[in-house]
Nanobody, 114 residues
């Protein structure tokens, strides 16, 4: 089992930026595929972005061009840089290990509001 700890959430104004971090325990991070998901109030959890061990990335259409997922294998950390934030980006953001086995973080709240 891998432990994932997210950080970096908070309150930001529309148009602002925020960077989320997810630190993973263990020694398998460099071979893991990692993802960010979010869940807004009253909605289902949805995939935001993922990155595999080779650095290939994929994004939800709603965040393409605004969000960037990246990873630092030396720090066992995956990041989500979020720019041009909108009120509809408000959600709890979760980090997830997708491969070789699934594991979820506890989530971090992001609120976009003026």
């Amino acid at each position: 089992q891998v432990k994932l700890v997210e950080s970096g959430g908070g309150l930001v104004q529309p148009g602002g930026s925020l960077r989320l971090s997810c630190a993973a325990s263990g020694n398998t991070f460099s071979s893991a595929a990692m993802g960010w998901y979010r869940q807004a109030p009253g909605k289902q959890r949805e995939m935001v972005a993922w990155i595999n061990s080779g650095g290939t990335t994929n994004y939800a259409n709603s965040v393409k061009g605004r969000f960037t997922i990246s990873r630092d294998n030396a720090k066992n950390t995956v990041y989500l840089q979020k720019n041009s934030l909108k009120p509809e980006d408000t959600a709890v953001y979760y980090c997830k290990q997708l491969f070789p086995f699934t594991s979820w973080g506890q989530g971090t709240q992001v609120t976009v509001s003026s």
